[in-house]
């Protein structure tokens, strides 16, 4: 799968947001480039002023098949850009972002939620290979 420049711009300038009914949050942009200071997997409101924090940013996946490793996260940096969403097959969200990548003939479905009324974040993973 080619992911063509267009795409990737497309895809980090364009957000999703869920909340977890207590002033906390997740968010980010639809290829999982945290672009904003407040994008994470789980911005909490804490204290009696509900100051909000960010207390996990991301989670770096990496699969490894047979001898190879394979980025699906994806960060980007002065002078270089961390590449996992050239696997990044889908992206969607009815209720919860669930992203889908493929590699090889692995398919990884990834979805995040927030527990409502706790700052709690869960990220789920679906694996399937061609075998499954």
């Known amino acids: 799968m080619i992911i063509t420049n267009e795409e990737f711009a497309y895809n980090k300038s364009h957000e999703w947001l869920i909340t977890n009914g207590i002033g906390g949050f997740a968010s980010s942009?639809?290829?999982g480039l945290n672009t904003r200071k407040y994008h994470g997997y789980l911005v909490a409101a804490l204290g009696e002023t509900r100051e909000r924090r960010l207390i996990l940013s991301k989670?770096?996946?990496?699969i490894l098949i047979g001898d190879n490793y394979?980025?699906?996260a994806t960060n980007e940096c002065p002078n270089y850009i961390e590449e996992g969403y050239v696997w990044q097959e889908h992206f969607e969200k009815e209720l919860l972002p669930v992203f889908t990548y493929v590699v090889k003939d692995v398919k990884i479905n990834k979805k995040i939620?927030?527990?409502y009324g706790e700052n709690t974040v869960c990220v789920k993973y679906q694996?399937?290979?061609?075998?499954d």
């Open 29 to 31: 942009t639809l290829c």
């Open 70 to 72: 394979y980025t699906i």
């Open 113 to 115: 939620t927030l527990v």
């Open 59 to 62: 989670v770096n996946e990496n």
């Open 127 to 131: 694996i399937k290979t061609g075998n």
